[in-house]
């Protein structure tokens, strides 16, 4: 398995940019082949431990079955649709992909 981990720092970070963006990850992205596991949401405000990264807006998790099912997510046009629609409020985007196996 692939855990796809994905964080959104926004330029407009309001409340409906945020609920914008959420509402897009579930329309183009929580239905793809492969995947075993999708979460989206705003970051937990609460948590202010100074291990926490406090630079991001939205979080994404994507967990695949598989790497063949992670790459054919990255070129699917529902992918790419939603990256086109909403890259141009994205200030920072960072992706973390690690084996989720163990």
């Excluded at 994905?6 to 897009?24: P, R, T, W």
């Excluded at 239905?31 to 939205?58: C, K, L, M, W």
Aim: aromatic share 12%; proline share 2%; hydrophobic share 35%.
């Amino acid at each position: 398995m692939l855990a796809h981990n994905v964080y959104f720092k926004l330029k407009d970070a309001s409340e409906d940019a945020q609920n914008k963006l959420i509402a897009s990850c579930k329309k183009y992205l929580s239905h793809h082949d492969g995947t075993a596991f999708f979460s989206v949401g705003p970051r937990a405000e609460s948590y202010q431990r100074p291990v926490n990264d406090q630079e991001f807006h939205i979080g994404l998790t994507v967990v695949f079955e598989s790497r063949e099912a992670h790459d054919a997510y990255q070129v699917a046009e529902a992918h790419l649709q939603f990256i086109e629609e909403n890259k141009d409020n994205w200030d920072h985007v960072r992706v973390f992909d690690n084996d989720a196996s163990a």
